[in-house]
């Protein structure tokens, strides 16, 4: 499928992915698709950012190669790495069919074959349906050195492999990273990439979330989610729902039969809602009646 042409039709791609996107998220989507930069997305867990890499994937028709992120990552994981085991054997068999000649053993050790592809790697391959979609999620669980190796590789879209050379992309993939912010990017990470700041949606914006998500919900039942939800958010507590704590929820009391929410249902599921012990027993109880009064 061809890259939207606007921001409107952009807009469009991602609601027939079933994703509602705001003008300002569309906008950030759209430049990032037709500048070939890199997109960086920040916000809160569950708030959407890693969905839009999937949607993307699913409404180009593109592949999807993610990159989950993690401390410690490093760029054997990331990259590349040799197959010792299966170059252990080649060289015992070589030995044993008398081609053990050391310069052509080396060439034969090194070939392709014996290459273990990562996501980084998988991502400059040419594909026939198009560039891929990269998605490296939680970046900011790496650290600092990882970074500036990903900056380089975000730079110019092609790598060295000392003993095979120097691979490049085709085209360039399509670039999505995501943040937690559990800590700060680095700045030169951030000038490499376009911005947006995903935040949780209005009231009238989840409502539309929910029911592309969870259409069997009655409307009723719906609102009233989404109105205890936006409530929820406006407490104390150390971790806030996000849009996907809400998709879940939804389901939850489709699974139990729900038709309305009621005190005894809202405080057996908070599980779902609130991923906290100390954040649930605040709201149990008289807290989660005193919300419910009114919706």
């Not at 027939?16 to 996107?21: F, L």
């Not at 992309?169 to 911005?195: F, Q």
């Not at 936006?230 to 929820?249: H, Y």
């Not at 906290?276 to 605040?282: L, M």
């Amino acid at each position: 499928m061809d890259l939207p042409r606007n921001v409107e039709d952009t807009r469009h791609l991602l609601a027939s992915g079933r994703y509602v996107a705001d003008a300002s998220l569309a906008t950030a989507v759209f430049l990032s698709l037709t500048l070939g930069r890199p997109l960086l997305l920040e916000g809160e867990a569950g708030v959407g950012k890693t969905e839009i890499a999937k949607v993307l994937a699913e409404t180009l028709g593109r592949r999807l190669i993610r990159l989950q992120c993690y401390e410690g990552l490093d760029a054997s994981a990331a990259l590349y790495e040799w197959n010792y085991p299966r170059q252990m054997l080649e060289i015992r068999l070589a030995e044993l069919e008398g081609r053990g000649e050391r310069a052509r053993l080396a060439h034969d050790i090194f070939d392709e074959r014996f290459l273990l592809k990562r996501p980084l790697l998988l991502a400059l391959e040419p594909d026939p349906a198009g560039p891929p979609v990269l998605l490296v999620d939680e970046v900011d669980r790496t650290d600092e050195p990882f970074e500036a190796f990903l900056l380089e590789i975000l730079s110019d879209f092609q790598v060295t492999i000392p003993e095979i050379g120097t691979l490049r992309a085709p085209s360039p993939p399509i670039v999505v990273l995501t943040s937690n912010r559990t800590r700060e990017i680095h700045d030169a990470l951030k000038r490499r990439c376009l911005y947006h700041w995903i935040g949780y949606p209005d009231a009238a914006r989840e409502l539309e979330i929910l029911r592309l998500r969870a259409p069997e919900l009655a409307a009723a039942l719906a609102g009233q989610i989404v109105r205890f939800v936006q409530r929820l958010r406006s407490a104390d507590l150390f971790k806030l729902p996000g849009v996907a704590e809400t998709i879940d929820w939804g389901r939850a009391l489709l699974a139990l039969d729900q038709v309305a929410l009621e005190a005894d249902t809202v405080n057996a599921t908070l599980g779902v809602l609130l991923k906290y012990q100390d954040d649930i027993e605040k709201m149990a109880g008289a807290p989660v009646r005193e919300m419910l009064a009114g919706l």
